[in-house]
């Protein structure tokens, strides 16, 4: 089968569903062909090494990529994101489908709206089906960022996601709540399957240095890692608050271990450091290559975002790198994510902004024995490879992918 994949963001960006997806069908003996902007993205410029013309033709590591011209960005403006996103529609829909051979059905990864439109030309013109995977909900996600607050755009937006869901031939979405939401917005439901997304990041047995992991990881303690962004929606201050509590009543075996950084982080360091707390440590940010020694060295994982409705359909993607690494996990969310752990029984989970429920799970992680924490990480690394691997979502994308061929 002839496959075209439509996604703004492709490798070397760091995003899901890119080059460990297009191999993985070229593996089953599909042909592949990639339609993608050139490389910007997080950080707002075209990446070294790269220089926008009207088209450039690449092949990565055996993958066939047509890459189309942007408008990089990654501010907080909303207006100049929305150029970005609707810069790629119109390169790939104007330049791009007169470079792509004709496929017998298209992929379209929805991380924002505008990027279904050379899909939805595609099929119009050319009779070509897509498969919209939904990884973000719009126009919930553009609101709970406060990115955009109109209530007419809003709207505009919501008329436009219908469009979209009204064209395309089947809807993959990555949770049960996201596929709740589209009932709701009158989407028909054997139109939509849920499909999950899987780690990218590179999970080995590594272990980090002895110089660094002395300094961080005290190996007389519980080590408790927070590995990402140190970021606004992910309300770090809570673990701090518990962390102090903790000092408090003398609680020595606790060790909080931050690793990242992001628009919260002098915050977080300056409230660490006026309350003196002698369990929390920061870690820079490290290469993406490097998370998995940091991970191998904690005892616990640590997950949270603020209480926010938006969240509680959400799955982080540092959740399943967490499950796949077979370490137990503590995670401040509800919802579709904490439904995930407990199903695993790969840890605990506390309600969101509450430092008190968190203080509670970590006394009853303390009176775990060496065995039943082991127990809890593998439950964990099993039920990723049983339900959220590449291996396991690629089989339900191909399925689908056949079935729309032939209608």
Same mark, same amino acid.
């Given at each position: 089968m002839k496959i075209l994949l439509v996604k703004q963001l492709f490798n070397p960006e760091p995003t899901a569903k890119s080059l460990d997806f297009a191999k993985e069908l070229i593996a089953r003996g599909h042909e592949v062909e990639v339609l993608t902007g050139f490389p910007s993205y997080p950080i707002g410029k075209i990446y070294k090494g790269y220089k926008q013309r009207i088209y450039k033709r690449e092949t990565l590591k055996g993958v066939n990529l047509i890459r189309v011209p942007i408008y990089p960005d990654h501010s907080a403006s909303g207006l100049k994101r929305f150029l970005h996103y609707i810069s790629y529609a119109i390169s790939a829909t104007f330049i791009g489908l007169w470079l792509v051979k004709k496929p017998d059905v298209c992929f379209v990864y929805q991380g924002a709206i505008p990027v279904a439109i050379?899909?939805?030309?595609?099929?119009?013109?050319?009779?070509?089906?897509?498969?919209?995977?939904?990884?973000?909900?719009?126009?919930?996600?553009?609101?709970?960022?406060?990115?955009?607050?109109?209530?007419?755009?809003?709207?505009?937006?919501?008329?436009?996601?219908?469009?979209?869901?009204?064209?395309?031939?089947?809807?993959?979405?990555?949770?049960?709540?996201?596929?709740?939401?589209?009932?709701?917005?009158?989407?028909?439901?054997?139109?939509?399957?849920?499909?999950?997304?899987?780690?990218? #990041?590179?999970?080995?047995?590594?272990?980090? $240095? /002895?110089? !660094? @992991?002395?300094?961080?990881?005290?190996?007389?303690? +519980?080590?408790?890692?927070?590995?990402?962004?140190?970021?606004?929606?992910?309300?770090?201050?809570?673990?701090?608050?518990?962390?102090?509590?903790?000092?408090?009543?003398?609680?020595?075996?606790?060790?909080?271990?931050?690793?990242?950084?992001?628009?919260?982080?002098?915050?977080?360091?300056?409230?660490?450091?006026?309350?003196?707390?002698?369990?929390?440590?920061?870690?820079?940010?490290?290469?993406?290559?490097?998370?998995?020694?940091?991970?191998?060295?904690?005892?616990?994982?640590?997950?949270?975002?603020?209480? #926010?409705?938006?969240?509680?359909?959400?799955? $982080? /993607?540092? !959740? @399943?790198?967490?499950?796949?690494?077979?370490?137990? +996990?503590?995670?401040?969310?509800?919802?579709?994510?904490?439904?995930?752990?407990?199903?695993?029984?790969?840890?605990?989970?506390?309600?969101?902004?509450?430092?008190?429920?968190?203080?509670?799970k970590i006394k009853k992680m303390i009176s775990l024995n060496a065995e039943e924490i082991k127990e809890m990480g593998e439950n964990g690394k099993e039920y990723y490879k049983n339900n959220l691997s590449i291996i396991s979502s690629v089989d339900k994308l191909e399925k689908n992918f056949k079935k729309i061929a032939k209608s």
């Open positions: 050379p899909a939805i030309v595609l099929k119009k013109l050319r009779g070509v089906p897509f498969l919209y995977d939904i990884n973000d909900l719009w126009p919930e996600t553009v609101a709970a960022s406060g990115m955009l607050s109109k209530p007419k755009a809003l709207k505009i937006i919501n008329k436009w996601c219908h469009w979209n869901y009204k064209n395309a031939d089947f809807i993959t979405v990555a949770t049960p709540g996201f596929r709740k939401s589209l009932i709701s917005k009158n989407v028909p439901e054997n139109k939509i399957e849920i499909v999950s997304n899987w780690s990218r #990041d590179i999970i080995s047995d590594e272990k980090l $240095p /002895s110089n !660094i @992991l002395n300094i961080y990881f005290d190996k007389d303690k +519980i080590n408790i890692l927070y590995a990402g962004n140190l970021g606004i929606v992910q309300s770090l201050k809570t673990i701090l608050v518990t962390a102090k509590s903790i000092q408090e009543q003398n609680l020595n075996k606790i060790q909080f271990v931050f690793l990242g950084g992001g628009a919260d982080e002098n915050n977080l360091k300056e409230y660490a450091q006026t309350n003196n707390l002698k369990n929390v440590s920061f870690i820079p940010r490290v290469e993406s290559v490097e998370v998995s020694k940091y991970l191998n060295a904690a005892d616990f994982l640590l997950v949270h975002l603020n209480s #926010d409705p938006l969240f509680e359909i959400t799955i $982080p /993607s540092k !959740i @399943l790198a967490y499950l796949k690494s077979g370490k137990p +996990i503590l995670m401040g969310l509800k919802g579709d994510a904490s439904d995930i752990l407990n199903h695993a029984k790969a840890g605990y989970t506390f309600e969101p902004d509450n430092s008190v429920d968190l203080e509670d």
